[in-house]
């Protein structure tokens, strides 16, 4: 089964502090991961995709595939990435195209 | 392009009355994704259409539920009667496969 799962419901840091937000998925075959965020009041969009390999506002996520899991990464928060962050999965072909999420993480970055 | 276009912004309704949310996908795109939000699930997918034919709608949580695409540019989600458990934040997205995902600004629905 296709399966998302983000740990923690709220992560709290101090502005400057290293930030992870866990994912760990459940999937058969080779999936792509992505991770999408929600600032307060506006829409859910993407931040990043594994096989884009990018860093974005300053985040990065690896796939470990061993381990099933696509952490973001950022090693300096800022107020500015308190938000919503949601870890989300597609399938490879046939008709998996659906993104499967995980039930997000919120994160407060605090001064 | 104005992005995914969803109506309306926030629904109030009483228990047992119609409700129907409508998405307007970008121009061009080919699928087209109903999710619902809520804080002890998350993001839910509901239905998802591509080329406005439903692929997957074992989301849909029951017969209460239905969503339709009569063309590219328009879909609806209609839920018939309401409860106070569908009380959520209706997400419509759209994509040119297998491109990004576009999100609308969601539809608050309140049911009391």
């Known amino acids: 089964a296709q399966r998302v799962t983000q740990p923690e419901k709220l992560l709290s840091v101090f502005k400057g502090a290293p930030v992870e937000l866990k994912c760990n998925y459940s999937?058969?075959?080779?999936?792509?991961l992505f991770w999408y965020v929600q600032y307060s009041r506006q829409r859910l969009q993407l931040l990043l995709r594994?096989?884009s390999r990018e860093s974005i506002k300053g985040f990065t996520a690896d796939l470990n595939k061993g381990e099933t899991s696509f952490h973001l990464k950022k090693p300096f928060a800022q107020e500015e990435d308190s938000a919503m962050y949601y870890c989300?999965?597609?399938?490879?072909?046939?008709?998996?195209?659906?993104?499967?999420f995980g039930k997000g993480t919120k994160l407060s970055v605090k001064p | 392009d104005a992005g995914v276009i969803q109506s309306p912004r926030h629904e109030v309704t009483e228990m047992g009355q119609e409700v129907t949310l409508r998405c307007k996908p970008i121009?061009?795109?080919?699928?087209l994704f109903w999710y619902r939000q809520t804080m002890m699930r998350g993001l839910e997918l509901l239905i998802y259409?591509?080329?406005?034919?439903?692929?997957?709608d074992s989301g849909m949580p029951e017969d209460r539920f239905s969503a339709k695409m009569p063309n590219a540019s328009f879909s609806t989600l209609k839920i018939q009667p309401s409860e106070p458990r569908d009380s959520a934040v209706y997400f419509c997205?759209?994509?040119?496969?297998?491109?990004?995902?576009?999100f609308g600004e969601g539809s608050r629905l309140t049911v009391l």
């Open positions: 989300a999965l597609r399938g490879r072909g046939g008709s998996q195209g659906n993104l499967i």
């Open positions: 999937y058969s075959g080779s999936p792509e």
């Open positions: 997205a759209s994509r040119l496969d297998p491109g990004e995902l576009f």
């Open positions: 121009s061009g795109h080919n699928s």
């Open positions: 259409f591509n080329n406005n034919v439903p692929i997957d």
């Open positions: 594994h096989i």
